[in-house]
């Protein structure tokens, strides 16, 4: 009885033979959205310690270049912190967090617009989204700041609006914005299987939206949520420009009770900038997590 030969698989146990070219291994890239938090994440730990670096060694430059020692820096510094951290660097933090949370409320309804089936409502939508997407940031905070005014009568009662308002609200357009184009992107996102599947059960289009395709985004739209929140959060400086009371508007006051010694600036910007880096660093870490924890495996 004859032996069968073995099967041979061309590739694997002998050589192809064709010269074609195969495809490669796909490596999923990283959306563009969270190009900010990894560069931020990828950082090392003790990028912190290089960046506080200049406010370390700055002292030591300006006791040679003039007669402002290195404890009249260091002193200086210190005797202002806590000023700059309670009404300065706090300030920022409540920004960003009315910011955000103005955005987001408007941009999940920006988003649910621009999947309506409404034509109206999505052409509104999609004009609005672009709008303030595609706008730069400080030119809206002027436009809002220009636009509003300083305050208002409702019933009789005279109600000011501040500043920081109006730099919350300046900051919450490009937020809305951006938050409408995560929601939409997550419901497109979702397999139209899904869909299918509860129109074939007699589900209403409300009903595959609230119970079924949006609890399924959540997840997804957690990370850019996040990652906007960092991007938010390193933008609240430009709320300077306006005359905002925040960590660099307080940091030029402070420099000038001083005297303006030009060896304060850089030990109080590096301050700042080490405060941002801090707060920034741990949110740009937890976000590249769970955008490893929910992407799509393949």
Sequence with gaps: MASKRPY???????????????????????????????????????????????????????????????????????RWMPFLLKSGFLFNVIISLFAMLIGTSLGIILGLGQISRNRFIKRVSWFFTQLFRNSPWLVLLFIVLLAFPFEVTIF??????PDWMKAVIGLSLPIMANISEIVRGAVLSVPTAQWEAAESLAFSRQQILWRIILPQCFKRMIPPWMNWYAILTMATPLCSLLGVEEIITLSRQAMEAENNHPELLVPFYSFALGLFF??????????????RRYSVKI
């Excluded at 890239?29 to 990028?47: D, G, I, K």
């Excluded at 009789?156 to 609006?161: E, K, S, T, Y």
């Excluded at 801090?278 to 955008?291: D, G």
Aim: with cysteine.
């Design 278 to 291: 801090i707060y920034c660093y741990p949110i740009a870490r937890v976000t590249m997590y769970l955008e």
């Design 156 to 161: 009789g009662v005279i109600i000011p609006i």
């Design 8 to 78: 041979t698989i061309p590739g694997i146990n002998r050589n192809g033979s064709t010269d074609l070219p195969v495809l490669k291994p796909f490596a999923p890239s990283q959306p563009v959205a969270f190009h900010t938090s990894a560069w931020l994440a990828n950082m090392p730990a003790w990028t912190g310690f290089v960046l506080l670096l200049p406010l370390m060694l700055w002292p030591f430059a300006s006791h040679a270049a003039g007669s402002f020692t290195m404890t009249d820096a260091f002193s200086a510094l210190i």
